[in-house]
């Protein structure tokens, strides 16, 4: 079974600061690797995935991660965020059926 | 419809009551996912149909909590004499082909039905 750990439970940041979200994950099997934003009151919203190929993955919105196998690592970064970020990320893992598993959330908070 | 919808989107039960949570998949998606997302928590797991048939329910967390999709398409999670403990936002995805949640084949969330049992 698959499952992941966001290191960071909230992240405050400062209007134009880069920025970096934590997710590490465990797994016996190859996964494959989800990002997703949660708006208040909004269903999730896919951010960027990794499943094969370049380790560095673009997303909307300005955002990339970095499949990290060594260190079972996928972190999301964006280098420049603005106010309309503010929302809570989702990281999430899957061996390719229908076993998404998801992290407990980091709060991202852009302050102006 | 553009996305998946979700009814209602707030729902108040005493203990002891049934409800019913609807989720409109996007037309022509094949899969359709339930989760249930407790507050300050990540999405959990409950159930996946592929069309009409439900081929995991694994996640469901007791047998007071059921789930249908009779013609493949609209689904509906039954929660019968609720618990406190069943409060949490309760969120449909569908996906356009079978099975895979790897392979691009990305889920599409509703906006979720936030249960409150009091």
């Known amino acids: 079974a698959q499952s992941v750990t966001q290191l960071d439970s909230q992240v405050p940041v400062f209007e134009e600061a880069p920025v970096e979200l934590r997710c590490n994950y465990s797994s016996s099997v190859s996964v494959y690797l989800f990002w997703y934003v949660q708006y208040p009151n909004q269903g999730l919203q896919l951010l960027l995935k990794y499943l094969s190929g370049s380790t560095l993955v673009k997303g909307i919105n300005g955002f990339e991660a970095e499949f990290n196998k060594s260190q079972t690592s996928f972190h999301l970064r964006k280098p420049s965020v603005h106010i309309s970020d503010t929302a809570e990320y989702f990281c999430?893992?899957?061996?390719?059926?229908?076993?998404?598993?998801f992290g407990a959330g980091t709060r991202l908070t852009v302050k102006p | 419809g553009a996305g998946v919808s979700q009814s209602p989107r707030y729902k108040v039960a005493k203990r002891g009551q049934d409800v019913a949570l609807r989720c409109d998949p996007i037309?022509?998606?094949?899969?359709l996912f339930w989760y249930q997302q407790a507050l300050g928590q990540g999405p959990e797991f409950l159930t996946y149909?592929?069309?009409?048939?439900?081929?995991?329910k694994s996640g469901l967390p007791s047998d007071r909590f059921f789930a249908e999709r009779p013609e493949g398409s609209v689904s509906t999670l039954k929660i019968q004499r609720t618990q406190q403990e069943d409060s949490a936002v309760y969120l449909c995805a569908s996906s356009l082909l079978q099975g895979t949640s790897g392979r691009g084949n990305e889920q599409f969330f509703g906006p979720g039905t936030r249960l409150t049992v009091l």
């Open positions: 037309s022509g998606h094949v899969s």
């Open positions: 999430a893992v899957s061996s390719g059926r229908n076993d998404m598993r």
């Open positions: 149909f592929q069309n009409e048939a439900q081929l995991d």
